[in-house]
């Protein structure tokens, strides 16, 4: 990429010799690349804090956006233990103009309370509730018809499973989600067992009173709540793009993509060669993250 200043000619030489195909690729989005003006009156402004849940509590941060008036606001959801919890993607969020709420859940990285898959995903509701109480929304000016809910891994089957419930969720975007139905499936052969148990086993630490074999039952024993692809046929044809990882779960996520396209034509899916962290991928991710919500609740930046 050529610097700015160094000449119109020079410019548009780079473009001749780049050829048509180069000329015409989309600019990344601003919002993933610089930082827009300060609003002295409104500025942009973090919160964090525990929010009750249950027999225990998640520690929330709150980014809140720049600017007057009510917020989008995204409900960001990390994975399973959360080692890549997606800041960059909220910041950008932020940065075009929408609130963003992350958490821990249950259980883990300190949250109080005990981490189950069950509890997470009760952890996810009592987040998305909160952020239509009257309270929350005069604080954090949040616009309660322009929320979205996001999830990577785990987290992407979470973000289902709430979406699905609640149907003033303005559109679901999943990032190389985990189908808990195709890891049972997975199960049956010894070769998946121990997939299974090692990636389990390698993620317990951060999470307090999660066992491998808990954590099993629960997915095992209660197959219609732990199917992503069952959750997705019943979001409807609201606003729904899901982008996978060729080296993660991007067969899992071209399954389930299917089974939301019966009932949601409009479902987008994109398969990335990257890893299922998108650790080169992570400007891509923003930009597919900030495209998708402009395209939900479009923002003036």
């Known amino acids: 990429m050529y610097r700015i200043g160094r000449g119109v000619g020079i410019a548009a030489l780079t473009l001749l010799l780049a050829g048509p195909a180069s000329a015409r690729e989309p600019a990344i989005h601003p919002a993933v690349i610089s930082d827009p003006a300060p609003d ?30 009510l917020h989008p606001t995204l409900l960001l959801l990390h994975g399973f233990p959360g080692n890549e919890q997606n800041l960059d993607l909220a910041q950008a969020a932020r940065r075009a103009g929408w609130n963003v709420l992350t958490l821990h859940y249950r259980g883990s990285w300190g949250s109080p309370g005990v981490f189950s898959f069950t509890h997470a995903s009760q ?19 949040i616009d309660t018809s322009a929320i979205v809910v996001a999830g990577h891994s785990m987290g992407g089957f979470m973000a289902a499973d709430v979406a699905a419930a609640e149907p003033r969720v303005a559109g679901l975007f999943l990032i190389d989600p985990w189908d808990p139905a195709q890891t049972v499936a997975a199960l049956a052969t010894d070769q998946g067992k ?11 630490p951060p999470l307090n009173g999660a066992t491998y074999d808990g954590l099993t039952a629960e997915i095992t024993g209660n197959g219609d709540k732990f199917d992503l692809g069952r959750r997705l046929s019943t979001f409807g044809r609201r606003p729904l793009t899901i982008v996978g990882a060729e080296k993660g779960l991007g067969a899992e996520a071209r399954k389930v993509a299917a089974d939301a396209q019966g009932g949601n034509p409009g479902a987008r899916l994109m398969v990335w060669p990257t890893d299922h962290s998108f650790s080169d991928k992570r400007i891509a991710l923003a930009d597919a993250l900030v495209r998708f919500l402009s395209g939900v609740a479009p923002t003036i930046r």
């Open 40 to 69: 002295a009156a409104y500025p942009a402004n973090m919160s964090a804090f525990a929010l009750p849940a249950e027999d225990g509590a998640m520690n929330v941060v709150m980014y809140t956006a720049a600017g007057a008036g």
């Open 123 to 141: 952890d996810a509701w009592t987040a998305l509730q909160f952020l239509q109480q009257p309270a929350s929304v005069a604080k954090f000016r």
């Open 194 to 204: 121990a997939a299974w148990k090692a990636e389990v086993e390698s993620d317990l």
